[in-house]
């Protein structure tokens, strides 16, 4: 049902003499997407990097034993492959000196993968990145309509798959998965050492999705330095949990040129970080669920269909604002996003003064499968 697009254009480049990184955050999808590729297949070789005796078995390894260990695999997947010590080297040992197999390596952690990786596999792998569940794959697995009439509860449960296959108990599972989130990438690093400060800092960045943030007023909200905010923010986002914002900024003197938003890649984290869901009649918060909802999901659709464009919000010294903006060869456009289809908008004067050729337009849920969806 799920991620029909990545395990499309993972097949089409299997056995090209490259490795496969396959990165996402946790309860993605990653190892079911790859089980359900190759379930007709018998000779692939499953690691977890997980797993203590895996790690050892990499600790100082051959060519040779590598080569005793694969067999007559032709496939070899590691699963969360940025637990084992040096990892692109083993990588590229596998790639370079095991003809005729393909290599493919998972990873939950950016900072704890593609940096130890990319220098050792350069010009030797294939990166694809997985989110939670799109929107434009609902569309395609059950139409248009019956999505677009999920959309109040996906802003409020999101799009991870044990999600979307457990109706009824999504709450529980949320549960789980934001604890799993907590402590089994980013609590056990060194560097965090305050996890009660953690937690904090990503509730207060719950409660400020769609407004701007201040790094010094965040470590005031959650007793860390200005420094230590940035680093945990950084982490969040190499582990694909959050996703930061930065201000556009071309013509103006009074444009932010340095401020930035921060979202979360689902919306149903956010939810469970702050333990509210109440239904959407009940919320106050409604606008920013909507916000949260569809840059994200704009950001999947970017991504899965290769279409390369930049993006940013705007705002200026004076709170003129606009909550979306993309150029991509050069034409700008610009976007507000509002729950309701019959709210009233001000089309931003300024911004079209200053860029006279850029294209406004505004998302709702009455017409937002053309910004995040393949019809």
Known sequence: MIHRFL?????????????????????????????KMFSHRTDVLWLNGDEQDIRQLFESISSTRLQAYIGNNKIVVIDEAQHIYDIGLKLKLITDNIEDVQLIATGSSAFELANKVNEPLTGRKWEYRLFPVSFDEMVKHHGLLEEKRLIPHRLLYGYYPEVVNHQGNEKEVLRQLSDSFLYKDILMWEQIKKPDKLLKLLQ???????????????????GLDSKTVEKYIILL???????????????????LKNSR????????????????????????DVGALWENFIISERIKHLHYSEKWKNYWYWRTKDQKE??????????????????????????????????????????????????????
Not at 204 to 222: D, H, I, P, R, T
């Open 7 to 35: 395990s499309k254009k993972i097949e089409q480049k299997l056995f090209k003499k490259k490795a496969i990184l396959l990165m996402g955050a946790r309860q993605v999808g990653k190892t079911s997407l790859l089980k």
């Open 204 to 222: 207060a960045l719950a409660f400020q999705v769609g407004s701007q943030v201040s790094y010094n007023e965040l470590g005031q909200l959650c």
């Open 237 to 255: 986002e190499q582990t694909f949990i959050i996703f930061r914002l930065s201000s556009f900024s071309r013509n103006l003197r009074n444009e």
């Open 261 to 284: 938003k921060i979202y979360f890649y689902d919306n149903g984290i956010r939810n469970a970080l702050i333990a509210n869901f109440n239904q959407i009649e009940l919320r106050t």
């Open 322 to 375: 606009l909550d979306f903006v993309e150029e991509s060869d050069g034409q700008i456009f610009a976007y507000e996003f509002k729950w309701n289809p019959l709210a009233k908008v001000k089309k931003p004067k300024q911004f079209l003064e200053n860029y006279p050729d850029s294209i406004f337009e505004t998302i709702h849920p009455g017409n937002c499968e053309s910004f995040i969806c393949d019809l």
